[in-house]
């Protein structure tokens, strides 16, 4: 059954970043600088023509698959069909076949909305490489890795990235008759891919090293673009996401932020320390777009150069012991390292000037959706609409929920801003 509810226009938090755009909107237009899409033709959002100005409405966020695991890249293919990546459940079988990262497509046949109903799905490679970081690397956190970020190019080949962890990394090609081609790339976690404009390169977020790269399609040649250096507290940066800026080509890189330890205390979340910068591809010089961001882990640009970031969450909360069983379905509800449900999704408009300063996320920020378990991705749609990965993490481990106690599901769902065409 599609799920659906309309962003909550009247909560505080959304009134006050609602008076701010309103404000920004209304500097703007006067100049004919940058306008948020929300905000254009708001007369057209009202409930009843004739009627006297209504609040204007949220954006429409809709569930649109449900049941997954640690569903990441979400490719939207021209026909409305979905291609998506699953990391999997995270269990490191030493049997290939008991891997459940995922590659499939989804195809709402029924055209009710949602691709939850049967024949809908086809799984393309059910058993890639899956594994949880706390188990293989020890980070008292429940994370998993496997299938990533995933490009659909406009010939049809898909390009996906995949870390099994020690070693079994790659951005693999996948033609669009399901054949797993070239791996393009084998460095460190590839966290996120976008696109050159003309589609010829492909750039790459690569989170454990700290860079953004550029490699090649045609022949695999790589190109190290930039290094980042320490964010505000000393923290590795950790770029997580890329989006090309389809009006200049600038790259924006969501740089989620590392963990650090301070006197003897782990501290996995830096509130506000998290930034989207903007990179020069060429001379890969690094400019802050926007800054006091929290676990900023993925980004989109629409082609007004509007910036919709995806924050996974807002803190930290119950670290767990490595030998911690994640797959114990009576365990007590813990977050588990991040804490659960204050995850979002927000927007800032283009700088209305080259020389700009940066957006500040607790002042500027227009909410799309707030409350989201732990989501990862974000794909903008060829007709505007936005598509979130969310439920990171051990699939069925109980957890705290805005509700009591409840457990992780993966889902995809769908943000329609108001005056998407
Ligand atoms: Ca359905
Ligand atoms: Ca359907
Ligand atoms: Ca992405």
Known sequence: MLKQ??????????????????????????????????????????????????????????????????????????????????GGTGYNAVDPQGWTGRLSHFQDTNQDGDFDDEGELTIWFPHLPTYNTLQEYETWRDEVGGPGDLLRHSDGHLYLTIDGGHGRIGLHEISPYKRMGRNLSARGNMNGLAFSRDHSQIYIAESTANALSVVTIANAEHRKITQFGALASGQQSVPAGVAVDPRNGDLLVALFSGALVIEGEKLPVITGDSAVVRVDPDTGAITDAVLGLTTAIDVAVDSEGNIYVVEMCSGHADLIEPSYDLFDPDQTPLHGGYLRYSGRVTVYPPPAAADAPPHQADVDATVLADALDMPTNITLAPDGSLYVSTGQGTPNRPIPGPDGPTRIVGEVIRITLPDAN
């Open 5 to 86: 509810r309309r962003f909550n226009a009247s909560s505080p938090a959304f009134r006050a970043l609602f008076a701010t755009c309103l404000t920004v909107a209304f500097l703007t237009a006067a100049c004919s600088g940058p306008r948020l899409p929300f905000f254009n033709n708001r007369d057209a959002q009202n409930d009843n023509a004739g009627a006297r100005p209504s609040e204007p409405q949220g954006p429409i966020i809709e569930t649109v698959l449900t049941g997954l695991s640690n569903p990441r890249g979400v490719a939207a293919l021209p026909d409305g069909s979905l291609m998506v990546a699953e």
